[in-house]
C-alpha cells in the first residue's frame, strides 16, 4: 500500500498549469447498447453519425461533432475486464487541442462475420471542461433516443463515402494485458456490477432502514477502508454526492435530472468494527447529519425556482474548528438511467440501453479514492472505483473492494435469506444482465 491518509495533503499546494489540457484526466461515462437484430458492420458508422447529428440539436454545446472526434473501436471479447481497460485507457488519454476541444466519443464493438448488434458508447470529456458540455447520463439518454428514430436502412453509397474516415479501427489486445504495468501516476479504473435483484433489494432496504444509497456506499466504503489501513489511522474524510432523487427525498424539491449529482457534503468517519450493524449506523448517521445541515442551510442551496439548481453547494458536517486532512474518497451517486420505451411491438426493432458506468480520471483523484454509482437501463447497480497508480497499489485496492463486495452481500442477504456466491464469472455484455446477479 502507497497511500497513508496522514499524508494527505502532499502535493495539494502544487500549481495548477496555465493551459487547462495540461491538466491530466478525462471523465468517461460508458454505457452498453444492444440492437434486437443484428446490423451490417458497414452501416454502423453512418447509423452513428445520424444518431450524433440529432443529439447535438438537443446539446449545441456538445456540435459541431467532427469526424476526428470519433473513434471506433474493435473489442475481443467485452468482457467486464477488457471493458474496464478501455475507460481507464480513456480517463488517461489527452486531447489534441485543436481538433478534439475538450470531447472524444469511442464507439467500441465485437465484429461477428461482418456484422454487430452489441456496441459499447464512451462519452469523454475533460475534467477542465466538464461544465461545457452535458452530463453523461443526458448525453446517452438523448442518444439512445436518437438511435431509435435514426435510419437504419441500407445507406447509399454517397452516404457511406460521407460517414467514412473514422478513426481507423484498433484492437484493445495490448491494452488489455497492460494491467499489470508498473506505477505510471496515471488513473487506474475498475467496476463491480450488482444484479437487478441485488439491486432493487439495496435500494428498498436503504429506504426502509431511513437512509439512502449514497449514504449506504459511503458507510461501506469506509468501513472497507479502515478494515485494510493499519490500526492507528482512527479518521477518514469522505465527500458523498447525492443524486436528485435522493435530495428531492430530504428537500422536498425536484432537482434537473441533468444536473447530477446536485447536492454534497463531506462527513467525518471514525474507525469501527466491520459489521452489518455498523454500517447500517454509520448509513444512518450520515442521512441523518445531512437532513439536518440541509434543514439549517436550505437557503445556502440556491435553489431557484425556475432552473432549479443553479450550482452544486457543499455541506460539511465537520466542526468549523475541526482540522482537515483533506478528502480520502468521493462517493458520488449518478442517479438511474431511465428512458421511456415504446410498445412491445416495436421494441422489436430497437435499440436498449444496458449496464452504464462512470470513471473520474481528472481532479477526482485529488481524494486518492472516487468512486461512482449508477443504474442502468437494465435496473443494475454499478460501482466504479478510479485512483492512482502512484498513490494506491492495485493489489491493495483489490483487498478493499472484496471487502467491500462481502459487506454489501452481508447487508442484502443477513434476513435469512441464503446467500449466493460471492463470485461469478463476468458477463460478457452489460445488456445481457438482466434478471441476474455477478455475485
Known sequence: ????????????????????????????TAAYYRHSAVLPLEGLEPLIYDALKQVTLQHPPLGPIVKSMIHLVQLQDGRDEEVDALVEEQQNMGFQQTYEQGLRLLIAYIPKQSTVSDVIVCFVVHEAFKGR??????????????????????????????????????SLSKMSTSRSRGLTGQSRFKTITLGTRETTRLLDISSSSKTNLTGVIQAVAVVSLFANLPSEITILYAEGRMSPREFHSLVGTMANTNTTPCFSYIETHKRQELTTASVWNEARRIHSATKAQLARKKNEAQIDSSQYIQSPKEVDTRGTTEETMGVNVIVTNMGTFRYHKQSDSQQQQDWQAGTIFCGNGGTELGATLSITLIVGEDECLTVGFSWSDSIIEEVWLDQVILTLRKAIEDLLYTSGTTKRPLVSDALPWGAQCHGLSIW
Do not use: Y
Open 1 to 28: 500500500m502507497l497511500w497513508n491518509p496522514c499524508n494527505e495533503k502532499r502535493g495539494r499546494a502544487e500549481g495548477t498549469a496555465s493551459d487547462p489540457f495540461d491538466r491530466s484526466g478525462n471523465v468517461v
Open 133 to 170: 458540455f452535458c452530463g453523461g447520463s443526458a448525453f446517452h439518454r438523448s442518444f439512445l433516443a436518437a438511435l431509435l428514430t435514426a435510419n437504419e436502412g441500407n445507406p447509399s453509397s454517397q452516404q457511406t463515402k460521407e460517414h467514412s474516415h473514422f478513426t481507423p479501427i484498433r
